[in-house]
């Protein structure tokens, strides 16, 4: 809890050459849940002992590959990350795996330290107003953490008296929550004999305990079977009507589209793109993507797709071919005539109509997962 | 927001009561197993070197009461320290229970002093349900005084918060993996070297050796309890035991907050 960090740029960032002047303003509009600027986490690899042969939790940027880096080489997971989250917001973080989501919200529920940057939740600075913004916030981890020793009823009674909560009020306040969770019934069993998702629930139920106005979710569906993610879905969206914030980080497409007012899409550890999700989908080249995969380099045929009727953009991608055009299936023909006179076979065709995923393959040139 | 604002927030120490509360609770349940897993060896010891070896005529009669301190100095340091060095290395390491007492509104320091405290507690625990056991199996010990009971209290409590404190150092810088490892290479040379089975002044036949030891709390449990229980056998005076204790636990403190930071934040 020490108070000289924020804003001070920690041991090496300076060596990073794009290192951008230590913001050292804290954000605190009244007005918003959550204010991010400049906000900057470098790791540094675990040396080669400390890695224990599991491993790094964390993969290089922009190779997506689990190579770990070379011991003591730094990571840069964010690089200046601006966010402004308004109260009552529905926000979705979506970006692939790498992408600095985890991070962001360690920052932001006060378990990571930033490099540099500043970042605050309810007005409280959350490196010198840690304690401030942990009686605030509701936390949903990516994966479950319940505390295995304690019965599921027990795991909610104590945590809100961590947070002052009297007993009373916690026990009726618990099964309401499990009763609302549709594990009711689960009270007293042991954690270990929950499913994966009865666990998220109750993790959900743990993180609402203490009521706070902001919640925080990692990436909370990963791992659920689809009938568990609409349950969640449908949670969700029942929470955030009762007037909480909601952050939520997820690479599905689908689910920031379904569930957020607002998406920002990070790559990188950067921003690339934020807006509602229509709105992130009018920014899309327009038109369905339509993508062939050829057997070999696709850059020969690329002029001659250009100049095909109706398509309105093409690149080439390693053995990819794509191409947008308003009617997909109307340009494949003659899609297939520009590969072939340039001597290249078809394997396979893919088509995606204007979406999230079109959007996010054009600012990136790769797709989500 | 602002029903959450006007409720008066819980203070540390409300909040380091229920954490103390959680971890009763759970020892509680997992009482009998806790004291069976770091009381068993040293009443084990008890039987051999205690009952055995003196019947068999190899060792005197008299060695019960150089052994009896000792064992509890052992039964003190071996709870105390698994208490809170094993929860650590499984709660960091891989299932990342503590992540929910992290995010209770104190400061971290909080949640670390409490599992100090906790652990400190157990030990205490462990040293009192010993002493009778070792004293039925060992039958009448000579020398045995029982007229010092504040004296033997601050010791065991002092000693086991101390080994609590070592035990969050090491639960915080050892790797789960290498759990093995911080018995074979920590725990075992601390206890054998511990002067838990022979007094301090033994060791003036191995002059390099009875200072190399003097880093080692065990040495001042063992013989703080010997000049509170024992007190006609060779022992370290009182005041010297309390004081070395203290500058352990509070050495083992500062190093053991330092790791626990290390893994708490990243």
Not at chain 1, 21 to 28: E, I, Q, R, S
Not at chain 1, 50 to 74: I, N, W, Y
Not at chain 1, 179 to 195: F, H
Not at chain 1, 216 to 241: M, N, S, Y
Request: proline letters at 8%; aromatic letters at 6%; charged letters at 15%.
């Amino acid at each position: 809890m020490t108070s000289s960090r924020t804003g001070a740029p920690a041991r090496g960032a300076g060596r990073l050459p794009d290192s951008p002047a230590p913001v050292t303003d804290p954000v605190t509009r009244p007005d918003l849940a959550i204010a991010t600027r400049a906000l900057r986490k470098v790791y540094r690899a675990p040396s080669r002992k400390r890695r224990g042969g599991g491993p790094s939790r964390f993969s290089p940027l922009g190779t997506g590959a689990a190579t770990p880096a070379p011991p003591g080489a730094e990571i840069a997971a964010l690089v200046g990350l601006d966010l402004e989250i308004g109260s009552g917001e529905f926000f979705g973080l979506l970006g692939p795996n790498g992408a600095g989501k985890t991070t962001t919200i360690g920052i932001l529920t006060t378990r990571v330290r930033p490099t540099a940057g500043t970042a605050a939740v309810a007005g409280a600075d959350v490196v010198r107003q840690a304690v401030d913004v942990k009686r605030r916030i509701g936390v949903v981890p990516q994966r479950p953490n319940p505390d295995r020793a304690l019965t599921v009823h027990e795991n909610l009674v104590f945590h809100a008296a961590y947070f002052g909560v009297p007993g009373a009020v916690a026990r009726a306040r618990a099964q309401q929550l499990l009763d609302q969770m549709g594990i009711g019934d689960r009270g007293e069993a042991k954690v270990d004999q929950l499913s994966g998702g009865q666990q998220q629930r109750l993790m959900i139920a743990r993180a609402l305990m203490h009521e706070p106005g902001i919640l925080f979710l990692d990436e909370p569906t990963v791992g659920l079977d689809p009938q568990a993610r609409h349950a969640l879905w449908d949670i969700l969206t029942r929470l955030h009507d009762e007037g909480r914030t909601i952050l939520m980080s997820t690479h599905y497409m689908e689910e920031a589209d379904r569930l957020c007012g607002r998406v920002a899409i990070i790559d990188r550890g950067q921003l690339l793109a934020l807006d509602t999700p229509a709105g992130l989908k009018a920014q899309a080249p327009g038109g369905t993507l339509v993508e062939l995969d050829l057997d070999g380099d696709a850059s020969a045929p690329v002029a001659a797709a250009r100049a095909v009727p109706g398509v309105l953009k093409a690149e080439a991608l390693g053995q990819t071919l794509r191409a947008y055009a308003p009617r997909g299936g109307e340009v494949i023909p003659a899609l297939i005539r520009c590969a072939e006179q340039a001597g290249r076979a078809v394997h396979d065709i893919h088509l995606s109509p204007p979406s999230l995923e079109t959007l996010f393959i054009s600012l990136t040139g790769r797709k989500l997962d | 927001m602002s029903a959450l604002d006007s409720r008066s927030p819980a203070s540390s120490t409300r909040v380091f009561g229920i954490l103390l509360l959680r971890d009763l609770h759970v020892a509680r349940r997992e009482l009998p197993y806790f004291l069976v897993r770091t009381t068993l060896q040293p009443l084990l010891f008890v039987i051999v070197f205690g009952t055995l070896l003196p019947k068999m005529g190899f060792v005197s009669r008299g060695y019960t009461a150089a052994l009896l301190p000792g064992i509890l100095g052992i039964s003190l340091a071996f709870s105390s320290l698994q208490a809170v060095a094993l929860p650590m290395m499984a709660d960091f390491g891989f299932t990342k229970e503590i992540e929910d007492r992290l995010l209770a509104p104190v400061p971290d320091y909080v949640i670390a002093l409490e599992k100090v405290i906790s652990g400190g507690l157990q030990g205490l625990l462990a040293a009192i349900f010993v002493l009778p056991i070792a004293r039925l199996i060992m039958g009448p010990i000579p020398g045995l005084a029982l007229g010092h009971p504040i004296e033997v209290v601050t010791i065991i409590a002092l000693g086991a918060t101390g080994f609590s404190a070592l035990g969050l150092f090491l639960g915080t810088a050892i790797q789960g993996q290498q759990i093995g490892l911080m018995f074979s290479v920590i725990v075992a040379p601390m206890i054998m070297f511990g002067c838990a089975y022979y007094p301090w002044s033994g060791l003036n036949a191995v002059p390099l050796l009875k200072y190399a030891v003097l880093v080692n709390p065990l040495v001042y449990v063992s013989e703080g309890l010997r000049a509170a229980l024992t007190p006609t056998l060779p022992h370290m005076p009182v005041p010297a035991v309390l004081l070395a204790l203290a500058v352990l636990t509070g050495a083992f403190w500062v190093v053991g907050l330092k790791t626990f930071r290390k893994r708490s934040f990243s």
